[in-house]
C-alpha cells in the first residue's frame, strides 16, 4: 500500500474518500473544518441534528459531499479531546479502516495527523495510519475455496494541515508502511497451519527473503546433520520425536558502515507445531499450538521491515525451528540432554520445549560476538495468567537494554512489561541428576523459564519476549497478530540512531 503526502487546501481534494476525525463536543479540526466551511456546514449540521455522535470508535458515512472535491466524507469519531491518547487515536484508526476496507474504493485520504496527542508528534501518527491500513485490509484466506472480496484500498494519501509538517509525515509513512508490510508477513506465516509451515518451510521463507533482498541478506542453514556436528543436542532433542527434520536458520544483514561493528541479533522461536510431546497437552484448543512458531514468524516479519527501510547496522536473525511430536524416539520426561553450551539439562517435561530450542541458539549466537541479543517466544501459558493479551513479557540479564525494549515498545505501541529475574528464583531449576531441569515448578512459570535461558546468556546482554498472550488471537478473532514486529523494529531503529548521536559527537 502506498501512502503519499499531501498538504494542499483538503476542500480540493480529489479522492474517493476523505476521512474526518472529529471530537465529541469541541471544536472542528482544521481539515473537518475547512470542509464544513466549504460545504453549508455539513459536517456540523450532522453533529448537531445528532444524527453523528462523535463517540470514540463511531464512524459515519456520508456518501455525497456537495462543494467539496472528495466523492464521500467518513466522520470517525475520536471520544473527548482531553482523553484521546495513543490507544484511543489507534482505536479511531482501527474503525476508520475497518469501515473503508468495506467500500468499494482504491484510494482514500485521512486528516489524522490534525488530532493532537500529546507526546506524539507527525512522524508517530503517520507511522500508526500506515500499520492500521495494513491492518485492516489484511485477509487470509489462501485455503477458502471462494475467497471473499478483496479490499481494494492501495494507496491512503495523508493530508497534512501543517506545511512544516509534511516530511515528518512522510518518514513516518515509511516506516509505519516498512512495519505494516512486517507484520502483515508475520501474520500470515503464524496462521499457516503446521501441515504447510514446517521447519523446513520456514527455512524456505527465510531463503525468499534473502533471494529479494538484492545481497543485502544471506541466509544459512543448518540441518540435523550440521547441528549434531556442532552439538545443538538441545535442538534436536526437541525435534525427534517428528517426521518433520528440525533447521537452525541463520540469517546475516551488514549494513553498517563498519563490518567489525558489533551486530545486535534476534531469536525466534520457531516450534511449528507443539503437541507437548510425550507430556502431551490436552485436546482442547491443539491447533493453536500451530501459532508456537509465532517468534519465529516476528523475526523474519522484522527481517522484512529492515530489508525495507535498510538502516546502518549489522544484524543476526535466527529462528530455531522444530515439531513438537510424541513417538518412539521423542525425547522422554527423566531424559538427560547435553546443551550446545555443554551444561546437562533433565527434561522433567517435554512440553517445555521452547527453552531448549533457544537455549542452543542463545549458544550459537555468542560467536557473533553480539551487541545485544533478543529471543522472541511464546514460551509460556502462565505469561497469559500474569500479564494478559496486552503486554508481552520481559525479562533480560541488563537493565539498560531492558529499558530499551521497554522504550521500543513504547514509541511503537507494541507494549511490554519487565518481570523480575532475580537470583532467588534460580534455584526452582535445581535438579538431583542434571545441572539444571527444564522446568521450575507452577510458581512464576514465566520467570524461571527466563531463568532457564539466563544460564545460557551469560557472554551478552540479553533480553527475553515471552509473547504467548501477545502473538494471536483466539475465538471468532483467532489469528496472528504479528506482534512484536513493531517493538523489534524500533528497537533496532533505535540503535541506529544511537550510533548515529555517537558518530555525530565525536565529530564535534
Ligand atoms: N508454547 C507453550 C506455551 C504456551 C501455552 C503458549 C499456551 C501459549 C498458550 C510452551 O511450549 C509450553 O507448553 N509451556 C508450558 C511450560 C510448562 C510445561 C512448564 C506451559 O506454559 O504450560
Ligand atoms: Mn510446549
Ligand atoms: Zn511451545
Known amino acids: 500500500m502506498e501512502f503519499p503526502v499531501q498538504t494542499g487546501n483538503p476542500v480540493k481534494v480529489e479522492t474517493a474518500c476523505l476521512v474526518l476525525p472529529v471530537f465529541e463536543a469541541s471544536d472542528l479540526l482544521p481539515t473537518a473544518a475547512k470542509l464544513d466551511d466549504a460545504s453549508e456546514r455539513l459536517v456540523g449540521q450532522l453533529i448537531e441534528r445528532g444524527d453523528f455522535e462523535a463517540k470514540l470508535g463511531n464512524v459515519l458515512l456520508i456518501p455525497f459531499a456537495p462543494g467539496v472535491g472528495a466523492d464521500r466524507l467518513l466522520l470517525v469519531g475520536m471520544g473527548e479531546r482531553e482523553k484521546c491518547l495513543e490507544s484511543g487515536f489507534i482505536k479511531a484508526l482501527d474503525a476508520a479502516f475497518k469501515a473503508l476496507a468495506e467500500l468499494p474504493l482504491d484510494e482514500a485520504t485521512v486528516a489524522f495527523t490534525d488530532v493532537p496527542l500529546p507526546g506524539r508528534n507527525c512522524d508517530w501518527k503517520a507511522r500508526m495510519v500506515a500499520e492500521a491500513a495494513h491492518r485492516a485490509v489484511y485477509r487470509f484466506d489462501r485455503f477458502k475455496s471462494e475467497a471473499s472480496a478483496a479490499p481494494r484500498l492501495a494507496a491512503i494519501a495523508l493530508q497534512v494541515s501543517e506545511n512544516g509538517n509534511a516530511a515528518a509525515a512522510r518518514e513516518g509513512a515509511r516506516i509505519g508502511k516498512a512495519v505494516g508490510e512486517g507484520v502483515t508477513h508475520a501474520r500470515t506465516l503464524g496462521n499457516l497451519p503446521g501441515n504447510i509451515c514446517t521447519p523446513s518451510y520456514l527455512a524456505d521463507q527465510a531463503q525468499a527473503l534473502a533471494e529479494s533482498s538484492d545481497g543485502a541478506l544471506k541466509v544459512e542453514i543448518l540441518d540435523e546433520e550440521a547441528m549434531e556436528q556442532l552439538g545443538a543436542n538441545s535442538l534436536l532433542a526437541v525435534g525427534r520425536g517428528s517426521e518433520e527434520p528440525s533447521r537452525l536458520i541463520v540469517m546475516r544483514y551488514q549494513g553498517a558502515d563498519s563490518a567489525d561493528d558489533a551486530p545486535h541479533v534476534l531469536i525466534g522461536k520457531g516450534i511449528t507445531f507443539d503437541t507437548g510431546g510425550i507430556s502431551l497437552k490436552p485436546g482442547a484448543n491443539l491447533d493453536e499450538t500451530k501459532f508456537d512458531m509465532c517468534g519465529a514468524a516476528s523475526v523474519l516479519g522484522t527481517v522484512k521491515a529492515i530489508l525495507a527501510i535498510k538502516p546502518k547496522l549489522n ?91 521497554l522504550d521500543a515498545g513504547q514509541t511503537a505501541w507494541d507494549r511490554a512489561w519487565h518481570l523480575p529475574l532475580w537470583d532467588e528464583y534460580q534455584q526452582q531449576l535445581d535438579s538431583n541428576f542434571a545441572d539444571l531441569a527444564n522446568i521450575g515448578g507452577p510458581p512464576a512459570g514465566t520467570i524461571t523459564a527466563g531463568c532457564f535461558l539466563s544460564r545460557f546468556a551469560d ?43 555517537i558518530e555525530n559527537a565525536r565529530e564535534m
Request: some cysteine; hydrophobic content about 45%.
Open 315 to 405: 544484524l543476526v536473525f535466527l529462528v530455531a525451528a522444530a515439531e513438537n511430536m510424541p513417538d518412539g524416539r521423542a525425547l522422554k520426561p527423566g531424559d538427560i540432554i547435553k546443551t550446545l553450551k555443554g551444561l546437562t539439562v533433565e527434561v522433567l517435561n517435554t512440553d517445555a520445549e521452547g527453552r531448549l530450542v533457544l537455549c542452543d541458539t542463545l549458544t550459537y549466537a555468542e560467536r557473533f560476538t553480539p551487541a545485544s541479543v533478543i529471543d522472541v517466544a511464546t514460551l509460556t501459558g502462565a505469561a497469559i495468567v500474569a500479564l494478559g493479551h496486552h503486554a508481552s513479557g520481559l525479562l533480560a540479564n541488563d537493565d539498560d537494554l531492558a529499558l530499551d525494549v
Open 459 to 501: 557472554n551478552f546482554p540479553w533480553a527475553h519476549l515471552d509473547i504467548a498472550g501477545t502473538a494471536w488471537q483466539t475465538g471468532k478473532q483467532k489469528g496472528a497478530t504479528g506482534r512484536p514486529v513493531g517493538l523489534l523494529t524500533q528497537y533496532l531503529l533505535d540503535r541506529e540512531e544511537d550510533a548515529r548521536s
